[in-house]
T-cell receptor
Framework: EAGVAQSPRYKIIEKRQSVAFWCNPI?????LYWYQQILGQGPKLLIQ????????DSQLPKDRFSAERLKGVDSTLKIQPAKLEDSAVYLC????????????FGPGTRLTVL | GENVEQHPSTLSVQEGDSAVIKCTYS??????FPWYKQELGKRPQLIID?????GEKKDQRIAVTLNKTAKHFSLHITETQPEDSAVYFC??????????????FGTGTKLQVIP
């Protein structure tokens, strides 16, 4: 079974620039999550999709972050414009439907904003 | 919303000793408690989990206990080995209307096993 794929693995940009991350979840997984993990901290949920609908985006800074999951499969997360404090690892995870659902994480994208 | 606290933030043990990491949660509706291990520069991976209708679960050197009344759960690693060195995260899942689960992570414990 192929795992969660993410790209790019690393990205360096200057503040005020834009950046986009891509995630391909495990085939058949209905739920997709985007997390922000700042060094030394736990993953912070940014947005959660159930199929192609958003079920939780309460911690997404909507003035600069946006995400979509067209056709309920792949997803993109965009930051526009980036700030220094956006430097972090962005993790994508997916899980199947069910009451007790293990999350499978992708390798993450390490973003550095200069 | 749910709040998950995790202690300690760092833990050093001698190889062969046991390690215990504790988490507390606030939402009594939480019904699933996974533990993830994250090695340096790698993705979090599930190592053990427990459902709310179970008090204890064991898998070789790893065990998790859950006290629903006190709203806390703990990870126990026995006979620690250097390869156990990593950051460990607890999490609590809360069911939501619409059939999805909301996941809240703890802040992590950096475990160092000294050879």
């Amino acid at each position: 079974e192929a795992g969660v794929a993410q790209s790019p693995r690393y990205k360096i940009i200057e503040k005020r620039q834009s950046v986009a991350f891509w995630c391909n979840p495990i085939s058949g997984h209905a739920t997709l999550y985007w997390y922000q993990q700042i060094l030394g901290q736990g993953p912070k949920l940014l947005i959660q999709f159930q199929n192609n609908g958003v079920v939780d985006d309460s911690q997404l800074p909507k003035d600069r972050f946006s995400a979509e999951r067209l056709k309920g499969v792949d997803s993109t997360l965009k930051i526009q414009p980036a700030k220094l404090e956006d430097s972090a690892v962005y993790l994508c995870a997916s899980s199947s439907d069910g009451r007790y659902n293990e999350q499978f994480f992708g390798p993450g994208t390490r973003l550095t904003v200069l | 919303g749910e709040n998950v606290e995790q202690h300690p933030s760092t833990l050093s043990v001698q190889e062969g000793d046991s390690a215990v990491i504790k988490c507390t949660y606030s939402d009594s509706a939480s019904n699933y408690f996974p533990w993830y291990k994250q090695e340096l520069g790698k993705r979090p991976q599930l190592i053990i989990d427990i459902r709310s209708n179970v008090g204890e679960k064991k898998d070789q050197r790893i065990a998790v206990t859950l006290n629903k009344t006190a709203k806390h759960f703990s990870l126990h690693i026995t006979e620690t080995q250097p390869e156990d060195s990593a950051v460990y995260f607890c999490a609590a899942n809360q069911p939501r209307s619409g059939g999805y689960q909301k996941v809240t992570f703890g802040t992590g414990t950096k475990l160092q096993v000294i050879p």
